[in-house]
Nanobody, 122 residues
Framework: QVQLVESGGGLVQAGGSLRLTCAAS????????MAWFRQAPGKEREFVAH????????YYADSVKGRFTISRDNAKNTVYLQMNSLKPEDTAIYYC???????????????WGQGTQVTVSS
């Protein structure tokens, strides 16, 4: 079992930045692939980015490439999502998730946090 707790969401103006944090605990969270997903009102949950346990291999959705950066600190069991140049369409609840292999599909992630709201005003 892995427990995930997100923080760092909030209200920001378009063009601004936020950094989300996901604190992991439980059974060897450092061995998992970690990801961020988001869900806007009335829309399906969508993949944002994932990072493998080596902290080197990362993959981003096209919609955030060049603006968002995922990173992890295995010593602290923490994953980050640095979000720059935010747009109103980035408004959503952001979820941290963990799985044992690389995937961009939400259905392949067994562990989820409760989510943190990000609102970008125009």
């Amino acid at each position: 079992q892995v427990q995930l707790v997100e923080s760092g969401g909030g209200l920001v103006q378009a063009g601004g930045s936020l950094r989300l944090t996901c604190a992991a605990s439980g059974r060897t969270p450092g061995t998992y692939t970690m990801a961020w997903f988001r869900q806007a009102p009335g829309k399906e949950r969508e993949f944002v980015a994932h990072i493998l346990r080596d902290s080197i291999i990362k993959y981003y959705a096209d919609s955030v490439k060049g603006r968002f950066t995922i990173s992890r600190d295995n010593a602290k069991n923490t994953v980050y999502l640095q979000m720059n140049s935010l747009k109103p369409e980035d408004t959503a609840i952001y979820y941290c998730a963990a799985t044992t292999f690389a995937s961009a599909r939400a259905g392949n992630y067994a562990y989820w946090g409760q989510g943190t709201q990000v609102t970008v005003s125009s």
